[in-house]
């Protein structure tokens, strides 16, 4: 990015505060919490997509914000037909409220486009119709949960950068467990505010589930100046697969399977978390810290 683009989105940024302020703090105490991992295919969008119908029959409100934009898939997962994307907003066809989907179990989706896979590529225009379009946004429900892609590529971590509570999710396997370490590598050196918690997918038991998290950890201990907290487990189900293949959420198709079990248990925890003064400020807030910290990725 070069410097006139960074004084641009400053400028764009500062713009957008300033519109802000002028209204109340809607959906300030919504919580955001970004889902990633190291490698693709450890099951982030069947975690979130569950994660927020399970929170849903909790009475909590929430959004699935689709960030994922080079394999976004949340709404082929939920089996929506989805009309509309981000990058319609950005293109100023659509605002952003208008291309929010309904889900299962009442839950709100916003669909990604691979359209915006370069965020700091866009124009200054499109840029500025994306942050007007998202300070519209009034989402005073409970959480907001975002899929991101997967990896250490910039726009994944400038996202991660910008939210209060990150999860990485690996598998027990070595692979998994060496580019969940990367991201929370990349994190550390990049000075995230975010706290880290370690969601393990498809473990066989509890138990490999705890190991798996004390390997991490022993190395995280070992080399970065963080800590990480183990979210739980999710175990591994053959009945996920099944879902997967009716495009129909877990929670919905087998709601007694193991994993959904561990579902409504990963739901519990994240809604009885203490709040931090951190965890919320809601969509306006990320995207304060997102233009804020964007290209830092790229130092
Ligand atoms: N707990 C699980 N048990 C069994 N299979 C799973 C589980 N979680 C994920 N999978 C399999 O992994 C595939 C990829 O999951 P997905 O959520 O799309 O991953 P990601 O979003 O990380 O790329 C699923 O389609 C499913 O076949
Ligand atoms: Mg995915």
């Known amino acids: 990015m070069t410097h006139d683009q960074a ?25 955001m919490i970004a889902v990633t991992s190291g490698k693709g295919g450890v099951g982030k969008s069947n975690v979130i997509l569950n994660t927020a ?32 994307t981000i990058a319609n907003v950005v293109s100023g066809e ?54 991101t892609g997967a990896g250490i590529a910039a726009n994944v971590v400038d996202i991660l950068l910008a939210v209060p509570e990150v999860i990485v999710v690996t598998l027990p396997e070595p692979t998994a467990i060496t580019d969940a370490y990367a991201v929370i590598k990349v994190l550390s050196q990049k000075g995230a ?7 393990v997918n498809r473990a066989n038991n509890p138990q490999e589930g705890a190991d798996t998290f004390d390997r991490l950890q022993r190395v995280v201990k070992r080399f970065l100046p963080i800590e990480i907290e ?17 495009q129909t959420p ?38 304060r810290n997102f233009l804020r910290g964007n290209g830092k990725a790229r130092l």
């Open 94 to 147: 659509s605002s952003i409220s208008e291309i929010l989907v309904d889900g299962p179990f009442g839950i709100k989706i916003v669909p990604a486009s691979s359209g915006l896979q370069e965020m700091a590529d866009m124009s200054v225009s499109d840029r500025e119709s994306l942050i007007e379009s998202m300070s519209t946004l009034d989402w005073d429900g409970d959480f907001i949960l975002i899929d």
């Open 230 to 246: 183990y979210m739980g487990y999710v175990a591994s189900d053959d009945r996920l697969v099944e879902a997967v293949m009716r």
């Open 53 to 84: 119908c399970a929170l849903s029959q909790l009475g909590k409100k929430v959004l699935v914000f689709d960030a994922d934009f080079g394999l976004a898939n949340i709404d082929v997962l939920a089996g929506i037909t989805v009309r509309s």
């Open 193 to 199: 505010g975010a706290r880290i918690r370690l969601l």
């Open 250 to 287: 877990l929670m919905e198709a087998f709601p007694r399977s193991a994993a959904a079990h561990c579902f409504n248990d990963l739901a519990r925890k994240i809604a009885n978390l203490p709040v931090e003064e951190r965890s919320t400020g809601g969509f306006q807030q990320f995207w």
């Open 7 to 31: 004084s641009d989105l400053r400028r764009l940024a500062e713009q957008a505060f300033s519109r802000e302020k002028a209204r109340p703090a809607r959906g300030a105490s919504c919580r």
